[in-house]
């Protein structure tokens, strides 16, 4: 998602991100079985043509930033169907310690690459 951002506007990238339920909502009925509706796939089409306009395809090229918030939002979706499936197996204390100690690990090594300290007039 922060790489995203340094493409294109936050708001075009944070709007591009909230697809994330599409990819769970796919994923979960191959991982989890579920069913889907034709009520929640009237919702997944419409929320797609909304991202779709979001990254004006046919504007000759598509955009590195858009494509970087997608893939956030995809990865974003296949975390959100790993968590439900670990709650019939695991207790939410031990998901919740284990998820959060993930994404410490992983935005901590991305941020290393980066980081710096703000100076006094920022």
């Known amino acids: 998602m922060f790489a995203a951002v340094r493409f294109i ?3 075009d990238a944070t709007a591009l991100t909230f697809t994330n339920p599409i990819f769970a909502m796919i994923l979960a009925i191959w991982v989890l079985g579920e069913r889907v509706g ?3 796939w009237a ?8 991202a779709l306009i ?3 395809p046919g504007a000759g090229t598509l ?3 858009a494509l970087a ?3 956030a939002a995809a990865l974003t979706g296949i975390e959100i169907t790993l ?3 670990l709650t019939g197996h695991e207790k939410p204390f031990q998901i919740l310690l284990i998820n959060n100690a993930f994404g410490l690990v992983f935005s901590t090594l991305a941020a290393s690459l980066v980081w710096q300290w703000p100076g006094q007039g920022q």
């Open 63 to 65: 955009e590195i930033g």
């Open 54 to 56: 979001l990254i004006r």
């Open 69 to 71: 918030a997608l893939g």
């Open 9 to 11: 506007p936050l708001a």
């Open 83 to 85: 968590l439900k499936f």
């Open 43 to 50: 919702a997944a089409g419409i929320a797609f043509a909304g």
């Open 38 to 40: 034709p009520w929640r």
